[in-house]
């Protein structure tokens, strides 16, 4: 299983970027696909999650509102469309799928990096 994260760049704050995530190799036990985050100095936070199966979105509260997830499970890919970015919204974005053998994110993507600039 292969996950490659893309779209991130510098984007004024305010604005919008859409990231994407390409999953290569998953099997029957993958359930969902989340995104994840990490700020400078900070721990890896969660963002947001789409389930697979079902479409069923969920988010931290920081970004709800804001951030929409969706999946294309015809191209094996994951989005998170995020607008109205803020100076906190800055970090290094990963995407990882979790799988239903244990129901923890088994396998991670490289990160793409988001900076919002004032």
């Known amino acids: 299983v292969q996950l490659q994260a893309s779209g991130g760049g510098l984007v004024q704050a305010g604005g919008s970027l859409r990231l994407s995530c390409l999953v290569s190799?998953?099997?029957?036990?993958?359930?969902?696909v989340g995104w994840f985050r990490q700020a400078p100095g900070k721990e890896r936070e969660f963002v947001a999650r789409?389930?697979?199966?079902?479409?069923?979105?969920y988010y931290a509260d920081s970004v709800k509102g804001r951030f929409t997830i969706s999946r294309d499970n015809a191209k094996n890919a994951v989005y998170l469309r995020m607008s109205a970015l803020k100076l906190e919204d800055t970090g290094l974005y990963y995407c990882?799928?979790?799988?239903?053998?244990?129901?923890?994110?088994?396998?991670w993507g490289q990160g793409t990096l988001v900076t919002v600039s004032s």
């Open positions: 789409v389930d697979l199966g079902n479409g069923g979105e």
């Open positions: 990882a799928l979790q799988e239903s053998t244990n129901y923890k994110y088994n396998y």
């Open positions: 190799g998953r099997t029957l036990s993958s359930v969902a």
